[in-house]
C-alpha cells in the first residue's frame, strides 16, 4: 500500500481524487474499473477491425449451433432469473 500510496503524491489533483473515491469500491467493483479501464487503454481497434472481430464472433456461434454444440436457453427464463436475482 506504501508504494500505491507514494505513487499518489505525484498525481494531479483530479487523478488523486479518482483514486481515493475508486479505495471506497468493494475489491470487486475495483478490478471491474480495472478491467474497464485497461480494455480501454489497450483496444485502439478501428472501426473496420472491430466490425470484422463482431462478424467473426458471429460466423463462429452460428457454425457452433449448426454443429449442435450450442446451448440455449429460453429468453423469458433468462430475464425472470434476472429479475430474481436484482431483487
Not at 458471429?58 to 446451448?71: D, H, I, K, L, M
Request: aromatic share 6%; net charge negative.
Amino acid at each position: 500500500m506504501a508504494r500505491f500510496g507514494a505513487s499518489v503524491l505525484s498525481m494531479n489533483e483530479r487523478v488523486r481524487a479518482i483514486v481515493e473515491e475508486a479505495r471506497k469500491l468493494t475489491p470487486e467493483e475495483r478490478r471491474e474499473l480495472v478491467d474497464l479501464l485497461e480494455t480501454e487503454l489497450v483496444d485502439e481497434s478501428t472501426p473496420e477491425e472491430i466490425e470484422a472481430a463482431w462478424l467473426e464472433e458471429v460466423e463462429r456461434r452460428v457454425a457452433e449451433a449448426e454443429r449442435g454444440e450450442a446451448v440455449f436457453f429460453d429468453a423469458e427464463e433468462v430475464f425472470a432469473e434476472a429479475r430474481r436475482l436484482l431483487r
